[in-house]
Structure formats: C-alpha cells, structure tokens
Nanobody
Framework: QVQLVESGGGSVQAGGSLRLSCAAS?????????MGWFRQAPGKEREGVAA????????VYADSVKGRFTISQGNAKNTLYLEMNSLKPEDTAMYYC???????????????????WGQGTQVTVSS
C-alpha cells in the first residue's frame, strides 16, 4: 500500500513559479515504478501533467506544460517534485500525486495507469 501526501500549492500571479512536493510512504521505492502528477480543474476531467519512470528516470509531459514544468525525484526516491514555471491562469487546478506499482517499462500519462492517489493540493494562477 502506498500513501501519498502533496504540499506546496498556493496562489500565484501569471508568470510566477511554484514547487509541488509529494511524500510517498508505505512501500519501498522500487515498488513504485511510475510516479506522476495529474490535475483537475472544476468541471473538467483529470488530466496527466507529468510522470517519471523511477527505474530509469525517463520522463513524460503533457504538451501544455512542456518547457515550463519539470518533474523530479528526491535522492531517497521517497519524494516527488513538480517545478512549475511561467504559470498561466489555465494551470489553475487541483494537483494530484499518483503512483503505480505496475512495471510497464515506461509511464503512460493515463489516469487508469495509476493505482495510488494523494488528496491533492490547490494551485491558483491569477492573471
């Protein structure tokens, strides 16, 4: 079983930056083959933002955040980060940390591919 706790959300003006963190516990890191960030705005579907294959470190990003967001792991691999720069109002959403214990060799950015979820942290970007 994996527990995920997000932090670091808040309110920022357009063009600003935020760093989200996700603390993982309840299983060893090598059972968490994929870790990722998803977001859900009011009235919209939850969408994948970025994910990292923890074995090799390969990453995948949604087109809407490429070049602005960076996903990374902490040295102990128990923490996941999302560095968000050049934030836009359309980035406003609840951001969720997710993990998968299935080893596919890569991390698809599909909600159905992740079995563990945090409670979310709100990010609000004002224009």
């Amino acid at each position: 079983q994996v527990q995920l706790v997000e932090s670091g959300g808040g309110s920022v003006q357009a063009g600003g930056s935020l760093r989200l963190s996700c603390a993982a516990s309840g299983s060893t890191y090598y059972n968490r083959y994929c870790m990722g960030w998803f977001r859900q705005a009011p009235g919209k579907e939850r969408e994948g933002v970025a994910a990292i294959y923890t074995v090799g470190g390969s990453t995948v990003y949604a087109d809407s955040v490429k070049g602005r967001f960076t996903i990374s792991q902490g040295n102990a691999k128990n923490t996941l980060y999302l560095e968000m720069n050049s934030l836009k109002p359309e980035d406003t959403a609840m951001y969720y940390c997710a993990a998968s214990a299935v080893n596919r060799g890569y991390c698809p950015l599909y909600r159905e591919s992740f079995g563990y979820w945090g409670q979310g942290t709100q990010v609000t970007v004002s224009s």
